[in-house]
Nanobody
């Protein structure tokens, strides 16, 4: 069974920093893409950043220059370093992993979400 566990959310002041972690464990052959999404109250879920197995990264325009996504392939873990936080970054952040399991099936898994609250 494959599991995805997020951690690191919480409360920060505007201008502050938080780091989110997302660890994938279980019967995995390889992870292709790991993505952070977020959903603010009353808004649709949006892509924040992602990283591929070849460490190509993409960012939403709203977080470029402030957030950094990184990946530790040995630990099957992705991080989201969030700096210069703004109140509009307040949202539930979700991790998503697309991967091949040991039967080489291409699957997708979502985390339970972690709340980030930025106070002004």
């Amino acid at each position: 069974q494959v599991q995805l566990v997020e951690s690191g959310g919480g409360l920060a002041q505007a201008g502050g920093s938080l780091r989110l972690s997302c660890a994938v464990s279980g019967s995995i052959f390889s992870i292709k893409t790991m993505t952070w999404y977020r959903q603010a109250p009353g808004k649709q879920r949006e892509l924040v950043a992602n990283t591929t197995s070849r460490t190509v990264t993409n960012y939403a325009d709203s977080v470029k220059g402030r957030f950094t996504i990184s990946r530790d392939n040995a630990k099957n873990t992705v991080y989201l370093q969030m700096n210069s936080l703004k109140p509009e970054d307040t949202a539930v952040y979700y991790c998503n992993a697309s991967y091949y399991d040991i039967l080489y099936r291409y699957l997708e898994l979502w985390g339970q979400g972690t709340l980030v609250t930025v106070s002004s």
